[in-house]
């Protein structure tokens, strides 16, 4: 028997009670309840009309329900939707591994699926650590990883373990293996006097210091390129991952680039690797890979580290990971997809266009009294407020003002996460003008409101 639809009612109260959310105090959830989506647009159960001002946590490439994408993961769904990867594959999976290896920088020649970033970011943190033990100079003292203040490259206990936001992970500090740590390369903590092309090499020279005490013991470096998002979007100078390139080749350590939130066009190209025209050891890649509609994640990495596990059955070279989803065929038809649909919407090639429109908007707003480091990397733009514009001094925990402005958006039909003391959006790429002009309206309306 089928069960009654719920009321309104009952599905907030079971949401409150029973849906225990991500990254949520529970006791304070109010339930926002989505019902379905079209284009940028999310309808709630009320029957608002929200923009996705945070394309559902850097998901969403191309919109909601586009025919495209829906059609691609119907017709998987009448062919095979689960086959499994352990030692056996599918056919949309194999072409899924092909295309990313076009797609993604040269040098990457396979494909390790998950379903999720952080399982991707383990498996790069697993392959780099077996790889020094198996290589052909075998190095097994290298065992450590470099990550950067205020990381993040998820919540699994070794993603964690690379992070470095104490909110999310210190209580869980004794269950986190150790991690050679080095500051943050966001542009906001440069000593005055260091500015543009100095940038990138003032913090170079900061990794590089570390490397020089370390590298021995050092299996890999993990960084998440030019934009540290849940840092509250810190921003990197143009160069520093380049650099990064050289300092882990010159150092002998394997660099692992998490573009879970950065992959598929988020940055204004392709990949931020694209940008910083690089090719890493390890690329970890999740959200955007499925355009937002499956669960899928992908550790992409070169022959030099894939020759290194293979051998026969009883040399134990193989990588002892998997998971049970891995390579799923209905998200790897959508992130068939969704890759389609870069190529027929013209996705990259629309960009300049909106990253300058949402520019123009971001540089109006940055003339606010209480915003500062109003900054844009690509399709993200983010901002600071603060109480005293002169003296940078910072409006209280109590005034939540991040809260109030993300309510002020809501009321004004735009969805943004709210952060403490700041703001941020990262629109589908699929937005329109006029749309970009509705969320940085609501944006400006949220500011005006949490800061008078
Ligand atoms: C850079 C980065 N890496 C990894 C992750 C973890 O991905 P997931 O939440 O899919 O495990 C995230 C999620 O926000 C992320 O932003």
Same mark, same amino acid.
């Given at each position: 028997m089928m069960s009654p639809t719920p009321s309104q009612d009952q599905l907030e109260t079971w949401d409150r009670t029973h849906y225990w959310h991500a990254f949520t105090q529970m006791e304070e959830y109010e339930p926002l309840i989505i019902e379905r989506a079209e284009g940028v647009w999310? !309808? #709630?159960i009320k029957g608002r009309r929200l923009l996705d001002g945070a394309s559902s946590m850097w998901c969403n490439v191309h919109g909601h329900n586009h025919p495209v994408m829906n059609k691609a993961i119907e017709k998987q769904l009448h062919r095979v939707c689960h086959a499994t990867s352990l030692g056996m594959s599918c056919d949309v999976t194999i072409e899924l591994s092909k295309r990313l290896i076009d797609?993604?920088?040269g040098g990457l020649e396979h494909v390790f699926f998950s379903s999720d970033g952080s399982s991707a970011n383990e498996v790069a943190l697993k392959a780099a650590f077996q790889y020094w033990r198996q290589c052909d100079t075998?190095?097994?003292?290298?065992?450590? !990883?470099? /990550? =950067? +203040?205020? /990381?993040y490259h998820g919540d699994t206990l070794g993603a964690a373990s690379v992070g470095g936001i104490g909110k999310f992970h210190d209580i869980f500090q004794p269950?986190? =293996?150790?991690v050679i740590r080095t /500051? $943050?390369? #966001?542009?906001r903590r440069l000593p005055p006097g260091v500015t543009g092309e100095a940038a990138a090499q003032y913090f170079l020279d900061e990794v590089e210091t570390v490397l020089q005490a370390n590298a021995d013991e050092l299996a890999a470096i993990v960084i998440e390129p030019l934009v540290q998002g849940a840092a509250g979007m810190a921003m990197q100078p143009l160069g520093f991952v380049r650099g990064l390139r050289q300092l882990a080749t010159q150092y002998n350590v394997l660099l692992i680039v998490d573009e879970v939130a950065t992959g598929f066009g988020r940055t204004g190209s392709m990949f931020a690797c694209d940008s910083e025209q690089i090719s890493p050891d390890f690329l970890t890649l999740g959200k955007g890979l499925t355009g937002g509609y499956l669960p899928m994640a /992908?550790?992409?990495? $070169?022959?030099k580290i894939w020759r290194t596990f293979l051998g026969d059955a009883a040399s134990?070279?193989?990588? !002892?990971? +998997?998971?049970?989803? $891995? +390579?799923?065929?209905?998200s790897a038809a959508a992130a068939m997809a969704c890759l389609d649909l870069f190529e027929a919407e013209q996705?990259?090639?629309q960009l300049p266009a909106k990253i300058e429109h949402l520019g123009d908007r971001l540089s109006t707003l940055a003339e606010h009294p209480h915003v500062i480091n109003a900054r844009q990397r690509g399709m993200v733009v983010a901002l600071d407020l603060v109480a005293d514009k002169q003296t940078g001094q910072a409006f209280g925990p109590e005034q939540r003002v991040g809260q109030r402005l993300a309510a002020e958006a809501l009321n004004r039909g735009v969805w943004l996460r709210a952060r403490p003391d700041m703001a941020y959006t990262l629109p589908p790429l699929a937005i329109s003008h006029d749309e970009i002009d509705l969320l940085m309206d609501a944006m400006a309306a949220g500011i005006d409101a949490a800061t008078s």
């Open positions: 999310l !309808y #709630d797609v993604t920088p075998p190095q097994p003292q290298k065992t450590k !990883y470099l /990550a =950067f +203040g205020q /990381a269950l986190l =293996f150790e /500051a $943050s390369p #966001d542009v /992908a550790t992409l990495t $070169s022959n134990g070279r193989a990588l !002892y990971h +998997g998971h049970t989803y $891995s +390579g799923n065929p209905l996705t990259l090639e």
